[in-house]
């Protein structure tokens, strides 16, 4: 395909400047207003149905958009259209301030998917069609550096103007970074910029046909993996590292490479071929994300985020700069670039959502992502192998399909490992595994027959992802959810479970005089509260009282006294979903299991199963235990936490509150304890830890004398109820 470039010589540097500038003002708008939506949507107690529908809608429009917008560029120039989607980007918000409800927020969400859709792709457009050929990888890496890096500071920017809450200040800064795009467009971008070439001379041998089929099946691959990496990754981060912001530092890390790597990558980026950078980069990419499904600690999760990061930064500019050959018509290629890109963030959250259950681990599907990466870029690396190391055909096809071999047997013989050591254990035990309540939940289950336990599996994960909807004060539609909103007002009928499970709850905030606390969801419900400003607690305290929740027991009614108020049914629920799931079990006929879901669970039928506790702090085992019709449920400080340092030292504020101080309990690390149903486990876990060994012995000798506990104290020190069964 033969080019020429409108732009002469010396306005080079100002169009990338112009376009990176369009880049980053609208990235940045785009970043801090959708780190402030699951915030937004916890604080108005809404379901992860609905947030991830937001979610999902907003990489739709972008799928929907970047094709329609590249055609658009082509046909009108990109200044009309880039000056459209900026001004609307400006508008919108300013118009959702006249109904700030979280219905107008998600319409938002998914304008921006729309916005962000029309806008990269013709900015691409307009760099590969007007930049020198030489100069296009170093072009395309400074402009996704500038994307990336406006991702990063905007959720800060977000955080920060969101502290008091308000949802205002968010849009009136999303309006601002949309208008500073606008008038970029308006006032900066030449008026000849154009994103077509003219044929001048022959630079490149890519033609639009099999080998551009080739480099769009490589790039929708590649986000295959980025968008099952972006719906589970945090999952697989806080199921093996425990939760907390080192989580969420971790989940940063590749995004942060791929920004220190495009950096780098400009020194050398028109020095080496475009196709061999790609490759290399998309492989790299592919073989960290398969040994990431391996990882342990928080170091090799480092390492492997960083080696994905540094091979997106290879292959992201080489890979654009290819396109860019593909047609003189850079707006159709771009948008069609970004279309395969879209379908792969699409595919990767379901492919997720399809497999995990039946693989029953995050990480086996992580690795078929990342192979499923690997292997998209098989049809371009046999295209490399014909037309820079002149193979002949069958030759290349041959080389390429034993490396897809190489590719496949590993996650073959993995998937194949997990299904026949964890769906089928041994003759008539089976294990199911799926993503409910915010975790991994483990069904092990002895039955008859592979279809028994199938439909058994089937039946109980439906009962307990209805029960979370229930207890969950994210879901608007349940029943803690109504009781919270309507706090102050007036009376509100819950299901008969939610009912009586606030019952129970109450039964041991009298006996705990307060230290198990469902009425703390004032605080609790607020994101990240144990990191916010102690003056935030101590303004809720006045709204943190189980006597202030009002019970109709003839009408089976609750209403909350004061507004403001808020309940938490984290400390039992998951006890509770866990007990309904063996009773579940139970009437399907299963003789004997265990439910296990986040660390916690119940083992019921005639056979004792052996469980193993680790310490809380340097997760030895400490100990096995034989169990037979119990629950076992752990509270700890390693599972939600920040560390402040100060002149005093570090301190470690977590997710367990105690009600009295509204912060952090201090007088336990960790508690596990053994009772006759996880309902009453999980809320003596709780309660066992706020209190510390001496109180927690005493309140157990008097009101629980069956149920066990081991506490861990911050000295490192074990210590054991009367009754705790042999190790």
Known sequence: MDRVHSQLPSNKFRLLTVVMAIGFFTSLGIGLFSFVVPLMSLDEKISGAWLGSAFAGYYFAKLLAAPLSGAAADKFGPKPVLICATLAGCLIPLFALLKNDLEVLYFVQFSLGLISGLIKPVGMAILGSNIARKSLPRSFAFHAFSYHIALFIGPLIGGIFYIKGSVQPIL?????????????????????????????????????????????IAIGGRTIGIGFLAAFYPILLSIILGRGIKIALLFAIPGLATCLGLLAINRFAEHKPDLHMTICGMLLSSLAMFFLGEAETSWQFITLGSTMGIGAALSVPASMSMASDISLQQGKIFGTAHLAAGLGFLIGPLLGGFLIPELHSINPVLQIAATLGALSCVPLLCSALQSHFHFGRGIAWGVAL???????????????????????????????????????????????????????????LTTMRALQQDFDFRSPHGSIGRINRDAGHGWVKPSQRSFGLIMRTLVISRQSQGIFDPSVGALTTSPIYYALDTHLAEKKKGLVDYRLIEIDTSGKRIRLARMGMALDMGGIAKGTIIDTAVTVL?????????????????????????????????KKLFGTLAIREQGVCGSGDYQQYVTFEDKKGSE??????????????????????????????????????IMGPINGQEFLDKYYPTTAAVWFSPDQSVILSKNFPAR
Request: with cysteine.
């Open 172 to 216: 009136i800064g999303l309006s601002i970074c949309m208008g500073l795009s606008c008038l970029v467009s308006i006032f900066l971008l030449p008026k000849q910029t154009t994103t077509t070439v003219s044929p001048s001379k022959q630079h490149t041998s890519f033609s639009f046909g099999l080998q551009t089929l080739a480099l769009l």
């Open 402 to 460: 034993t490396l897809a071999l190489f590719l496949i047997i590993p996650a073959a013989v993995r998937s194949k490992v997990l299904l026949q050591k964890d769906s089928h254990i041994n003759d008539g035990i089976y294990q199911f595994t799926d993503v409910a309540m915010g975790t991994i939940v483990n069904l092990t289950l002895v039955a008859d027959s592979q279809k028994k336990a199938d439909d058994a599996a089937r039946k109980t």
């Open 586 to 618: 139970k009437k399907q006929g299963i003789k004997s299991g265990i439910v296990e879901a986040g660390g916690d669970f119940y083992c019921f039928g005639d056979r004792e199963w052996h469980i193993g506790i680790r310490h809380p702090r340097d």
């Open 652 to 689: 470690r504020r977590h997710h367990i509150i105690n009600p009295s101080t509204m912060l952090s309990a201090h007088q336990s690390i960790g508690v596990t304890v053994i009772s006759d149903t996880a309902e009453r486990a999980d809320a003596l876990a709780t309660t066992l830890f």
